[in-house]
């Protein structure tokens, strides 16, 4: 069964430290994979796919297929990153491409 | 710009009431969603559709029901509300294909009493 596992609840550090936000999914075959970042009352929007192979808001993410892993990176984290932000994995379009979230890890960058 | 309309933002509820949540977008997307959102559970989706008058069960779709008349509009009801569907719920669509992203709304607060 395809799922996303996030594993921290909370994860603070302060202004200026590198920031890793885990996410690891179980799927078979070439995943479909994108972060999601809730700021303070604001709606979910999308960060990153890893199709794009993007940097946002100096924010990364590699796709590990060995250890199925899409793991968010940022080298200096910033107070304006503290969000809620989620991990997604695209299902199968056969079960109607769904996105499947993980449990959501809450960043807390202090200064 | 997308965007995804949830008619209200805040909503009070009794229990055994008949509750409806309204979602509109406007950018002819094909796919529309709806989640509830609790702390520590992430996002769960409760059903989906990807055309007019189709409709996906997700994966708590008990005690709620949706219908989509029009592409634009997908509403969410809640058959006779309880307790523990007092959460937060959020709508989203899509356009069909690979790594389209969803796009949500800004979700509704709905409280049972």
């Known amino acids: 069964a395809q799922r996303v596992t996030q594993p921290e609840k909370l994860l603070s550090v302060f202004k200026g430290a590198p920031v890793e936000l885990k996410c690891n999914y179980s799927?078979?075959?070439?995943?479909?994979l994108f972060w999601y970042v809730q700021y303070s009352r604001q709606r979910l929007q999308l960060l990153l796919r890893?199709?794009s192979r993007e940097s946002i808001k100096g924010f990364t993410a590699d796709l590990n297929k060995g250890e199925t892993s899409f793991h968010l990176k940022k080298p200096f984290a910033q107070e304006e990153d503290s969000a809620m932000y989620y991990c997604?994995?695209?299902?199968?379009?056969?079960?109607?491409?769904?996105?499947?979230f993980g449990q959501g890890t809450e960043l807390s960058v202090k200064p | 710009d997308v965007k995804v309309t949830q008619s209200s933002r805040y909503l009070v509820k009794r229990t055994g009431e008949k509750v409806f949540l309204e979602c509109v977008q406007d950018?002819?997307?094909?796919?529309m969603f709806w989640y509830r959102q609790d702390p520590g559970l992430g996002l769960r989706l409760i059903y989906f559709?990807?055309?007019?008058?189709?409709?996906e069960k997700g994966d708590i779709p008990e005690g709620y029901s949706v219908s989509r008349e029009k592409k634009e509009r997908f509403s969410l009801i809640l058959e006779s509300a309880s307790t523990n569907q007092t959460s937060m719920y959020l709508c989203?669509?899509?356009?069909?294909?690979?790594?389209?992203?969803?796009?949500f709304g800004d979700g509704t607060r709905l409280s049972i009493l």
């Open positions: 989203a669509s899509s356009f069909g294909g690979p790594n389209q992203p969803q796009h």
């Open positions: 799927y078979s075959g070439s995943p479909e």
């Open positions: 890893h199709i």
């Open positions: 997604a994995l695209r299902a199968p379009y056969n079960q109607g491409g769904k996105l499947i």
């Open positions: 950018m002819d997307h094909e796919n």
């Open positions: 559709s990807y055309d007019v008058k189709m409709k």
